[in-house]
């Protein structure tokens, strides 16, 4: 059967659901490494921002060497544009630890299913597939 509580014990209750509602948020979502910042490419050919976009993260080209021309895209009207600016990496669904989404290789001028995984808090791995079977992957490492 149903025991009666006192209103004073009632509200205690409540105020101590709520701060423990409030409190366990933020922990849990705190839990993962926030990959926003300045990361080199396994090369050290380029420089990627990434940056939070939606519910995961995006990557555009901060610095590449030489003159920096996006010479592979299919596109022939994008193909002297210059590669700084050009948002390379689309990886807004959580999968796990990891992001999934999108990735294009300015190298071959394709997007591929790619994913970006954390490593550790300065190191990241980025992963491009085609048919989810064949991937390629690089380490990344963070810029201080």
Known sequence: MFAL?????ACRIALTATLLGSLGGPVFAQKGTDLAGLWQTENAGSTVR???CGAGYCGTIAATPGPGLD???????LQSRKLVGVQIMSAGTPSGEAFEGS???????????????????D?????????????KRQTWRRIR
Do not use: H, M, Q
Not at 71 to 77: G, L, S, T, V
């Open 50 to 52: 990434i940056a939070r």
């Open 123 to 135: 190191t990241v791995e980025v992963a491009g597939c085609v048919l989810s079977v064949l991937c």
């Open 103 to 121: 990735l294009y290789n300015p190298n071959d001028g394709k997007t591929y299913a790619g994913s970006l995984t954390p490593k550790g808090p």
């Open 71 to 77: 010479a592979k895209n299919p596109d022939p009207a």
């Open 5 to 9: 509580v006192s209103p004073r014990r």
